[in-house]
């Protein structure tokens, strides 16, 4: 038995490893296509430039050279909208100076011009290399299938020159395909670090701007904690005084008329006494609610996992809910994804139209992603008092990020990412 179980274990460690490696690699792979087409349009504007300071030599280019620099810029904003979906957010640089001298001198413009020459040359050549990777072992993998549609002299797919005389020859050709799967899986995540590398470092504010946004930032974090604080004292205030608190209004009348009904009539006393004790447990169960509200007691008792499978339970669109995040949060980070998603589907329910909904939870080094997707009408807007604007409020308290796409028709995402440490 002890044998058993131990296989059993060693069965789900190398399924989750094998669903892990495929995730990081599809994910990588996602990041050099991506990559690779912003590489390309750093690699126009590297050639502009070229052509605009050949201009220059001979007196033509400098009334274009305005021009050029706003598609450096062009270039370089693109690479850090496509950075920020898959990482730390990159602020979005001022205005390209309006006066060449003054163009030539901002660092913004400096850096950006640093980084379209990177990116436009050695980007360029990462994201082939790993998109070509994982198409190589496809062509190898699937040429068994149609080996026979070549005339053998023709060779194989790829490097591959020798003739093709039958299928044991097809399948040699397929354990080359396997070689280079094994090979992308082990080289396109580093390929996909490597190239958003220059981004990173280029494409981030100087050190003293980078000072003033961060102070920036953190004011206007603040403020929002402050108000999702406020927001928050008053759903708490509110639902004491409609709730509880008139509960026990009632209960208090009721035991007064009791008490006078005691003497003269016991019968109805005792109902009033009844009546009177149904308010009170009404009463219980409202304030219950309202702790509930405060810090969902569900997370310290059942954990992260738990508490959302709690939530899509009780929700009235089937929802399926996939966790994975090894160890726990903060309290106050788990709190708030429980939060996010009990909003989120709330949404879902009520006005969406949805019949499926899916949560996703994972932990990314430091950072918890969280994503609430439906397949519903669509359309939703943060601006029409559906709750989004108290998730961003409550998000953005945590430093975090949200993001809401929902397209007339649907579906609708909602993305939220918090600091949860490292």
């Known amino acids: 038995m002890p044998d058993s179980e131990t296989a059993g274990d060693t069965g789900r460690g190398v399924r989750q490893y094998l669903r892990h490696r495929t995730r990081v690699t599809v994910d990588a792979l996602e990041h050099l296509v991506g990559g690779l087409g912003t590489a390309v349009l750093a690699l126009a504007a590297v050639l502009l430039l070229v052509v605009v300071a050949v201009a220059c030599l001979v007196g033509v280019g400098l009334v274009v050279v305005p021009s050029a620099l706003q598609a450096v810029r062009s270039a370089a904003d693109r690479e850090r909208a496509r950075l920020s979906r898959w990482g730390a957010a990159l602020p979005l640089p001022p205005p390209v100076p309006a006066g060449l001298r003054a163009a030539l001198r901002d660092p913004w413009v400096r850096r950006d011009t640093a980084f379209v020459a990177t990116h436009g040359t050695a980007g360029f050549a990462l994201g082939l290399i790993g998109v070509s990777l994982p198409l190589s072992a496809v062509q190898y993998l699937l040429f068994p299938l149609y080996y026979w549609l070549v005339p053998p002299d023709a060779g194989g797919p ?11 020859d097809a399948l040699a050709v397929a354990l080359i395909g396997v070689g280079c799967l094994a090979v992308s ?6 390929l996909a670090h490597l190239q958003a590398v220059p981004g990173r470092r280029l494409l981030a504010p100087p050190r003293d701007v980078d000072v003033s946004l961060r102070i920036a930032e953190l004011t206007a974090t603040r403020a929002a904690a402050l108000d999702a604080h406020a927001v928050e004292l008053r759903r708490i205030e509110r639902s004491l005084h409609d709730g509880a608190q008139n509960r026990l209004v009632a209960v208090t009348v009721l035991l007064g008329a009791a008490r006078r009904a005691l003497a003269r009539d016991p019968v109805v006393a005792g109902e009033i006494l009844d009546r009177a004790h149904d308010a009170a447990e009404l009463a219980l169960a409202e304030l219950r609610t309202v702790v509930r509200g405060i810090l969902p007691p569900v997370l310290d008792d059942r954990g992260l996992a738990g508490a959302l499978d709690g939530l899509a339970a009780g929700c009235g669109v089937p929802c399926t809910v996939d966790v994975d995040v090894p160890g726990r949060c903060a309290a106050s980070v788990e709190a708030t994804a429980y939060f996010v998603v009990a909003e989120a589907l709330t949404n879902v329910a009520r006005h ?14 430091d950072r918890l992603q969280v994503s609430v997707a439906d397949d519903g009408r669509g359309g939703a807007d943060e601006g029409h008092g559906s709750g989004i604007g108290g998730i961003r409020r409550r998000v953005e308290a ?5 993001t809401l796409t929902s397209p007339p028709g649907g579906p609708t995402t909602i993305l939220v990412e918090l600091p949860c440490g490292s």
């Open 352 to 365: 969406s139209g949805a019949t499926a909904a899916a949560v996703a939870v994972r932990r990314d080094g």
């Open 398 to 402: 945590h430093d975090g990020r949200f």
């Open 158 to 168: 790829g490097f591959v020159d020798w003739r093709i005389d039958g299928l044991p």
């Open 185 to 190: 899986v082990a080289l396109c995540p580093r």
